[in-house]
């Protein structure tokens, strides 16, 4: 594990998770279920998550193209936003409802924290691997 590529990988998740949790709570408080903000706010993240971390943090990596790396990056976006869905879900099953904002939002922080490393190792190893 190379950690300079893991702290950038890091500082572009986190920004990319500030606009998500942004728009998200954004949403919610506006009215709109929770299982419907987050797919919604996931797919701002995900323009701001696959350009910085095509651009930045595996910027020495480019030897396949956008063309083969961002439906992969997709893939492995859609099992992350699978992931924290069912985050939402159980929590909405376990409220008997709509969970309140910051809980919905704390929870989905969680669930975007514990899947880090895993995100981490996949896109380094399958989506934007070296030749």
């Known amino acids: ?42 797919a701002v993240r995900l323009g701001v998550a696959f350009w910085v971390t095509r651009a930045w943090v595996f910027r020495d990596r480019d030897a396949r193209g956008a063309g083969v790396e961002l439906p992969l990056f997709l893939l492995v976006a859609t099992a992350n936003v699978l992931v924290v869905e069912a985050v939402l879900g159980g929590a909405h099953l376990l409220a008997g409802g709509e969970p309140a904002s910051l809980v919905a939002t704390g929870l989905k922080v969680g669930a975007v924290v514990l899947t880090f490393f895993a995100r981490y190792a996949v896109s380094r190893r399958w989506v934007f691997r070296a030749n």
Not at 3 to 30: I, M, Q
């Open 1 to 42: 594990m190379r950690v300079g590529e893991l702290g950038r990988f890091g500082a572009a998740g986190l920004v990319a998770t500030v606009v998500d949790v942004a728009a998200f709570y954004a949403l919610v408080e506006a009215g709109v279920p929770a299982l419907v903000a987050n797919p919604v706010s996931m």
